[in-house]
């Protein structure tokens, strides 16, 4: 009689690791995905932050006439705009740069790069999500000048 009853409730118990497997496994891959994808978005923040550094750092170097210069500077890592964006989906449209009272010793070159949308990779979440824009500011310390005409 007892083998009887071990059976029925073995039998009872037929699916139950097979359901508590697609739980944990769910879980567990959706925290996964979650982890990778907020790698991913500050990866990319890093990577704007630092073109935009870039980007500044060039237009305190060269006069306010190149600022499609520091456009494609910012967006490619070289003036020619030659080369795949340093990031998906930047162009530059995204790039704004000023130079406000700019001159020899005085003035500021600022690069900023504004309204980039993040594109997630996961498959069921087709979903973007605005960016914060990185800024750069640097005084103008060269405006241009090369060291010949020091």
């Known amino acids: 009689m007892a083998t009887i009853f071990q059976t029925r409730s073995r039998n009872g118990q037929r699916g139950a690791s097979l359901v508590e497997f697609t739980i944990a496994a769910t879980v567990f891959l959706t925290v996964t995905f979650a982890v990778l994808e ?26 306010a006439t190149s600022i499609d210069d520091v456009k494609r ?5 070289n003036t020619a705009g030659t080369g795949n964006p340093v990031v998906d989906n930047l162009s530059t449209t995204n790039v704004e740069v000023t130079y406000p009272n700019f001159g020899l010793d005085q003035g500021t070159a600022t690069v900023s790069i504004n309204n980039y949308q993040f594109q997630f990779v996961l498959p069921l979440l087709p979903v973007s999500i605005s960016m914060p824009s990185p800024t750069t500011t640097l005084t103008g310390e060269c405006a241009g000048l090369t060291p010949t005409d020091l």
């Open 38 to 63: 907020f790698g991913r978005a500050l990866w990319v923040y890093n990577a704007l932050a630092d073109a935009a550094r870039k980007g500044a750092r060039y237009a305190v170097l060269h006069d």
């Open 73 to 77: 500077m910012v967006v490619y890592g």
